[in-house]
T-cell receptor, first 114, second 113 residues
Framework: QKEVEQNSGPLSVPEGAIASLNCTYSDRGSQSFFWYRQYSGKSPELIMFIYSNGDKEDGRFTAQLNKASQYVSLLIRDSQPSDSATYLCAVRTDRGSTLGRLYFGRGTQLTVWP | DAGVTQSPTHLIKTRGQQVTLRCSPISGHKSVSWYQQVLGQGPQFIFQYYEKEERGRGNFPDRFSARQFPNYSSELNVNALLLGDSALYLC????????????FGDGTRLSIL
């Protein structure tokens, strides 16, 4: 059973702060890692993906991957109230019958207060 | 370019009925995946299709079936609906290549009475 665990929320930060979202996964064969943002009642929206160990930055977002520790995180700098949403961590193994399939965590609800 | 489009957006059915959900991928995308998301949970994988062939199946009963058409659009069928089938059904498409991210449509919200 491939599991993806996210830090329990809800997470609440003030506007302008750094929000840190964490995710661990059980399958060492995992190859691709994704962060999706989901507003209430809406569908998931891709915001970041990372395949190699280290950091990947895109605007206010930084994804960090440590395959040895089976850990992936998302940092949101200068958090804005519009960042308030549920953040879903997804993992893909790209092997055999699981090719292309995403395994999701339950999500972490983030609230950014003004 | 248009994103992934799903229809209908909302659907209300009663127990025992059958439902068909539709999905059109992003132009140029040949892979379509279906996910079920119940309230408070992350999406759960149902099926993946690539070039009209089933490439993966999640842990769902045989009441769930799908197919992909020559234009890469896809249908998800669910028979003998149960109350527990109430969920947001998401379709995602991706371009060729195993490292390509999946992009989701707006989903179909299915309510079973």
């Amino acid at each position: 059973q491939k599991e993806v665990e996210q830090n329990s929320g809800p997470l609440s930060v003030p506007e302008g702060a750094i929000a840190s979202l964490n995710c661990t996964y059980s399958d060492r064969g995992s190859q691709s890692f994704f962060w999706y943002r989901q507003y209430s009642g809406k569908s998931p929206e891709l915001i970041m993906f990372i395949y190699s160990n280290g950091d990947k930055e895109d605007g206010r977002f930084t994804a960090q991957l440590n395959k040895a520790s089976q850990y992936v995180s998302l940092l949101i700098r200068d958090s804005q109230p519009s960042d308030s949403a549920t953040y879903l961590c997804a993992v893909r193994t790209d092997r055999g019958s699981t090719l292309g399939r995403l395994y999701f965590g339950r999500g972490t609800q983030l609230t950014v207060w003004p | 370019d248009a994103g992934v489009t799903q229809s209908p957006t909302h659907l209300i059915k009663t127990r025992g009925q059958q439902v068909t959900l539709r999905c059109s991928p992003i132009s140029g995308h040949k892979s379509v995946s279906w996910y079920q998301q119940v309230l408070g949970q992350g999406p759960q994988f149902i099926f993946q299709y690539y070039e009209k062939e089933e490439r993966g199946r999640g842990n769902f009963p045989d009441r769930f079936s799908a197919r992909q058409f020559p234009n890469y659009s896809s249908e998800l069928n669910v028979n003998a609906l149960l109350l527990g089938d109430s969920a947001l059904y998401l379709c995602a498409s991706s371009s060729p290549g195993s490292n390509q991210p999946q992009h989701f449509g707006d989903g179909t919200r299915l309510s079973i009475l």
